[in-house]
């Protein structure tokens, strides 16, 4: 018996299906009615298969091996231990904790957990002597601990350093060589919440890890990337796909003694204040993507963060997640799963060299610090945001509830406990910051002045 079954059907080449996809097409434009263009500028055909050039990437995923990450934001040292207690035995593998200033005493946090979970520190702050003192402990008391230090992160969001380039620089250097769980970090997690597209969030994260192996002369620990998901499938797959393919890269071309993980978290740009229960829909395809897509860490984003404070429904909803794709959906079953996937392997090529392509250019003008000075990359992004804005105020990018059947009887107004949009705090900064916008913002401003009206 013939265990290949395929041998026994003639194989149809894709110039046999494009001339059968045309004679159905009945005299309309193969290219004009089924090939579309992406922010991108990645045409996407209706099919693909094997001889149209996707052979399979060497891009290693340990998928089986993903961990679910509660993210706590630390304002009160009791509390914060108390909640992550609680994640802990419900379902948490990691925590991440992002300490606001020097009083907090992160190690009060961490003697009161449990040794064999991973923990990560952010910090709004950068002090050598903090840092160190953290670091001590948790080695001499065997905690799996990184400290995830990201000056860069500082000058794109704030718009000024934490003190200037050679003073943050110095800092990062004298404690990246204290001890091995003291770790770079690059975000480009701003850059997506703000409207820059895949391949600029890809470009940039290799910028920034140039700019961090050009400037620190001893870099062999790991490089934490945080990336937002956002909602379009196969290409947020192809995304992660591709940036650790690039990642890898740039460390050869270093000599650098170091590896990548990569942590994600949803997007906020597509979510959304009215008909809010969507989102949950919106996170857990992010999730999904980021899963396949082979991050190492995925927290998740609660349905309502954009509105309301903390809260622990919303933080269990989220974490349950997860916990379903993990456990009952068995997406850590196998490594790997997007290999060979011709419609992804495409993309995963395309986004890859784009990306490549523009970090070049971006190199080539002396590197993303000098073109964040001259304001190049935020006028970059803002273009690409705009573009964006433009298909969602036209209809053609579609936030169901929102510019698609809204539900005029939902009214929001009384329940914000978070103010929903951008903030406007104008003050002198040594660059323009990077500002996270999302998509719904102004429609849902003026469903909120309605409301108003109508209640006086």
């Given at each position: 018996?013939?265990n290949d079954l395929f041998e026994d059907f003639n194989k149809v080449s894709s110039k046999e299906w494009k001339n059968l996809i045309q004679f ?14 992406s922010l991108e500028n990645i045409k996407v055909r209706p099919f693909y298969q094997d001889d149209q050039d996707n052979s399979p990437l060497a ?205 994600a978290i949803p997007s906020k740009r597509n979510k959304t204040l009215y008909d809010y229960n969507v989102n949950m829909l919106r996170t857990t ?172």
């Open positions: 018996m013939n159905d097409l009945k005299g309309k434009d193969y290219n004009q009615t089924l090939v579309w263009e891009i290693p995923t340990n998928t089986s091996a993903f961990d679910i990450m509660q993210r706590i934001y630390v304002s009160d040292i009791p509390k914060s231990i108390s909640k992550a207690k609680v994640v802990l035995e419900k379902g948490a593998q990691s925590l991440l904790f992002t300490i606001d200033n020097t009083e907090l005493d992160a190690q009060k946090i961490l003697e009161r957990l449990p040794k064999e979970n991973t923990y990560f520190f952010y910090f709004n702050f950068l002090e050598l002597s903090y840092i160190e003192k953290l670091s001590s402990y948790a080695a001499k008391s065997n905690y799996k601990v990184h400290l995830v230090l990201n000056p860069l992160e500082q000058l794109q969001k704030d718009g000024n350093w934490y003190s200037n380039l050679e003073s943050d620089f110095n800092v990062l250097n004298k404690a990246l060589v204290l001890d091995d769980n003291i770790n770079l970090g690059v975000n480009i997690s701003i850059h997506q919440n703000a409207g820059a597209t895949m391949v600029q969030q890809i470009s940039y994260a290799l910028a920034q890890i140039s700019e961090y192996l050009h400037r620190v002369p001893v870099c062999k620990n790991t490089i934490y990337i945080e990336t937002s998901v956002g909602s379009n499938y196969f290409f947020e797959i192809a995304k992660l796909r591709a940036l650790r393919m690039l990642c890898d890269l740039v460390g050869k071309e270093f000599n650098a003694n170091f590896e990548f993980k990569i942590l395809t992010e999730s999904m993507s980021a899963i396949l897509g082979g991050a190492d860490y995925v927290s998740n984003l609660a349905y309502d963060a954009i509105y309301h404070k903390e809260n622990e429904f919303s933080d269990r909803i989220a974490r349950n997640q997860l916990l379903i794709l993990k456990q009952e959906s068995y997406f850590n079953a196998v490594n790997n799963p997007c290999q060979g996937a011709y419609y992804i392997e495409y993309l995963t090529s395309q986004l890859a060299q784009k990306a490549l392509d523009h970090f070049k250019k971006i190199e080539r003008n002396d590197g993303l610090i000098t073109l964040l000075i001259q304001g190049i990359i935020q006028k970059e992004i803002v273009e690409s945001s705009q573009k964006e804005q433009e298909l969602f105020d036209d209809g053609k990018e579609v936030l169901l509830g929102t510019n698609k059947y809204p539900n005029e009887n939902d009214f929001m107004s009384n329940d914000l406990e978070l103010y929903p949009f951008v903030k406007q705090n104008p003050r002198k900064t040594l660059i323009i910051p990077i500002i996270e916008k999302r998509l719904a913002q102004e429609v849902e401003k003026k469903r909120l002045d309605l409301e108003k009206q109508s209640n006086n």
